[in-house]
């Protein structure tokens, strides 16, 4: 596997698990006393 393919595939990865991340820590705040 050459570094691009690589590279694309962790952000392929990265970015939608990122934007899972920062919702649920938008909900946890949002729901914190």
Partial sequence: MNPSML???LLATA???AA???R???VVVG???
């Fill in 7 to 9: 590279n694309t595939t």
């Fill in 15 to 17: 970015l939608p698990a």
């Fill in 20 to 22: 899972v991340v920062v």
């Fill in 24 to 26: 649920v820590v938008v």
């Fill in 31 to 33: 729901n914190a006393p």
